[in-house]
């Protein structure tokens, strides 16, 4: 659903991308994470992952070295996509 201004108000479809990697993301897709434990979702950095563990490394891979900011947990996080805006 979109806003008469074009702004996106959908929810962030949370899906299993954990197969792919940082190099398959189209350059107008963003990379977020969420935690399970606390619920909380937040968009990442995703040239900085790149830099850090290679634009090859596996999103599931990725997955259990990033850490919550909220509750600190590094279990059972996810990866979800969005679009850019304009």
């Known amino acids: 659903m979109k806003h008469r201004r074009s702004i996106d108000l959908r929810q962030p479809e949370i899906e299993d991308i954990s197969g792919q990697t940082l190099a398959e993301l189209k350059e107008w897709e963003r990379l977020g994470a969420y935690c ?18 290679g634009k090859y490394a596996s999103l599931g891979q990725i ?11 590094r279990e ?11």
Do not use: H, V, Y
Request: net charge positive; proline share 5%; with cysteine.
């Open 76 to 86: 059972g996080n996810r990866f979800f996509t969005g679009r850019l805006p304009r």
């Open 63 to 73: 997955a259990f070295k990033i850490r919550c900011a909220k509750c600190g947990s």
């Open 36 to 53: 399970p434990r606390c619920e909380r979702e937040g968009w990442l950095d995703r040239w900085a992952l790149e830099r850090r563990f």
